[in-house]
């Protein structure tokens, strides 16, 4: 429902005529209409009186909408209606466009049998619409009789060639002239040089409306500071539009969030920077041409720490800092982030905002963090609401409530879908009283002890395929991130395994239980690769203390397994896959007291490395394939580990990826 009809229109015109007199340049050349109009402080026409309202309803053969019969009984048409429109149509130059721009045809051209209800009434907009532009900047005003609200107004549409978007509707006569007066307000929002300073009580109300929604946002109030920021920025008010972006960047926004005004402060710079260059990396395919776009007016410094930033991003070394005590909590943060604790991460980003400091007025919020390869998988839409209710940058007000963790305890949540319902299989080795940096020594192959840098798994995986030019069907090597997996524990995790090895398979458990002891977990009870079957093997100071697999319908056991784990307990009954995997992961996580960081594993980054193999070396009278790729060199019939290979050189195509599998 629309507040047209009770809209009072000659205060208003009065202002946006005052207004438009007042921002042009004394020595600008005008037309004399437009000079007569400067000196009367006025863009409209005389009133039209109720005589020649009815004359032209019954010319067009329709009772006017309200609100445009209103704004004929104080002006009989208007004069630049908003920055492309010239002359908007009175009583006697309104007309039925009946398709006269031929745009009909055009917009008819885009149908098909799938096109929408909207689609099509805009296509015939220009059949039926009432054309209201009389002299414009090839831009159409029409008024749809046919799109009718209850209190009888008629939808606008204006539709402008150069624009390259669809007709934008305006829910009424009313609503379009506003909108057109908050246009002007735009486009002269900031004057060229030779022009007057903008400055009048509108945008005096409005700069003021801007000055609070900053101190509210700060206080936490940042529903009412974002409703008022946006209309300031439908004005064009400086600030209003870079202030605005803070809020919905930490709300997850993207979407037309340049920082407007303020990221090409060098005060704001390193806050403000960081999110927009790697939204650009995200999108950009290595297509940096567009990089400075929405850095028009930026220096030459700015510019290359924009690209210095994006190699960083792109590189994964970006690193956010902050001063203070929140850049202390920054780095706290940081590192229980990178071993997987993302929930303990994001309690100490919100338990230091208080102490946070903005680097100038128009700063509302700590923005850098989200573009840090380690911290920025912490936000989420709720958590970003949370910090923009939490009182900062010295202001007081009300304390956030906190949100719920994202981690539950323990590893079932392993047996719930992911998204895509891609993780059919998986494994991990939990090893206690063991650093995660000490895991590869005892999982990996030789002196390869070091960890990759943070990444996600699927970053991982690529990476891995990507650098390798050798696959056997007999190697099993997996790409594990690892981190802390609860008091005590630290777990390596592979959440995209190849087909379960069968009799070849040796469980890592007694190697990495070397002075400790270690637990190890394949779950496949969901593959589609074959068969389900589950396997859990536990190790203490270098030797198996006891072991189940579950394969082909059996269970094969060795030692003295702990009532709570019998396989009795879990195989032979009716119980469904997730039912039954469930039930496992629920009792190991009993046995042992460990856990698995379901947000930082399936959204975040962590260290990686590639452990030895899951497999035995073939034997004597065992075969597999090795595949080379990209012109390795031929070695047919090499023997490897005793067994007899068979070789085959490959040369893929572009965008082959070798399946490991």
């Given amino acids: 429902m629309t507040d047209t009809t009770t809209f009072d229109w000659r205060p208003f015109l009065l202002r946006w005529s005052a207004e438009w007199a007042d921002s042009l340049p004394d020595d600008e050349t005008r037309s004399e209409a437009d000079e007569a109009a400067r000196q009367a402080r006025w863009l409209g026409f005389p009133a039209a009186s109720e005589e020649r309202i009815a004359a032209m309803e019954e010319r067009l053969g329709h009772r006017m909408p309200p609100s445009y019969r209103e704004f004929l009984r104080v002006s009989d048409g208007w004069r630049h209606a908003g920055g492309f429109v010239w002359l908007l ?157 803070q809020i919905r960047r930490l709300l997850g926004q993207t979407y037309m969030v340049y920082f407007d005004d303020l990221v090409t402060d060098p005060r704001y710079a390193p806050e403000l920077l960081p999110p927009l260059v790697a939204e650009h990396a995200a999108h950009s395919y290595r297509d940096d041409s567009t990089l400075t776009f929405h850095l028009r007016g930026a220096d030459e410094d700015l510019v290359a720490l924009a690209y210095a930033t994006l190699e960083q991003i792109r590189n994964g070394t970006y690193r956010y800092t902050a001063s203070g005590p929140f850049g202390e909590a920054v780095e706290r943060a940081r590192e229980l982030a990178r071993w997987g604790d993302t929930d303990g991460a994001w309690r100490t980003l919100r338990e230091a905002l208080p102490l946070w400091e903005p680097l100038g007025a128009h700063h509302l919020a700590p923005l850098g963090w989200v573009a840090d390869p380690l911290l920025g998988p912490l936000l989420t839409p709720e958590r970003g609401r949370e910090l923009l209710s939490t009182p900062r940058g010295g202001q007081e007000g009300t304390a956030a409530t906190p949100t719920a963790g994202l981690d539950l305890d323990g590893l079932a949540w392993l047996a719930d879908p992911d998204p895509g319902d891609n993780r059919s299989s998986y494994r991990f080795v939990l090893v206690e009283g063991v650093e995660p940096e000490d895991v590869p020594r005892r999982l990996a192959d030789g002196d390869v002890t070091a960890l990759n840098e943070p990444m996600t798994l699927d970053e991982a995986r690529y990476r891995w395929l990507h650098n390798r030019t050798e696959f056997s069907s007999y190697d099993d090597k997996a790409r594990v991130a690892v981190g802390r997996a609860g008091t005590g524990w630290s777990f390596a995790f592979d959440g995209d395994p190849g087909p379960f090895g069968g009799d070849r398979f040796v469980s890592p458990a007694a190697a990495a239980s070397a002075g400790t002891r270690a637990v190890v977990v394949w779950s496949g009870l969901r593959t589609w690769r074959g068969e389900p079957f589950f396997h859990l093997s536990v190790a203490r100071d270098g030797a198996e203390q006891y072991a189940f697999t579950y394969e082909d319908g059996e269970v094969r056991t060795s030692g003295e397994i702990p009532r709570a784990l019998d396989p009795s307990l879990f195989f032979g009954g009716p119980e469904a896959g997730a039912e039954r995997e469930r039930s496992l992961l629920e009792a190991v996580t009993g046995e042992f007291r460990v856990r698995l960081p379901r947000h930082a594993l399936e959204k975040g980054r962590l260290h990686t490395f590639t452990t030895r193999s899951w497999t035995r070396p073939p034997r004597d009278t065992e075969t597999y394939a090795v595949i080379r790729m990209n012109g390795a060199p031929h070695e047919r019939g090499r023997r490897l580990n005793g067994g007899a290979a068979r070789t085959t050189d490959v040369e893929p195509t572009v965008g082959d990826r070798p399946n490991s599998r």
Avoid at 97 to 125: G, K, P, T
Avoid at 202 to 227: F, K
């Fill in 89 to 245: 149509a009175g009583t006697t130059d309104a007309r039925w466009h009946d398709n006269e721009s031929q745009l009909a045809e055009m917009f008819e051209e885009y149908l098909d049998d799938d096109s929408e209800a909207e689609e099509r009434r805009e296509a015939d907009l220009w059949r039926r619409g009432l054309q209201l532009d009389v002299e414009s900047d090839i831009t159409h005003v029409l008024m749809d009789p046919e799109d009718v609200d209850e209190d009888g107004e008629w939808a606008v549409y204006t539709w402008s060639s150069w624009r390259a978007a669809p007709p934008e509707r305006h829910a009424s006569f009313g609503a379009f002239m506003r909108d057109m007066h908050r246009e002007f307000h735009r486009l002269r929002a900031r004057p060229s040089e030779g022009e007057p300073v903008f400055a009048n009580d509108t945008t005096r109300e409005l700069d003021a409306l801007v000055e609070e929604a900053r101190l509210q946002a700060l206080r936490g109030g940042w529903e009412r500071a974002q409703e008022a920021l946006d209309k300031a920025k439908e004005y064009g008010r400086p600030q209003a539009a870079g202030l605005g972006d």
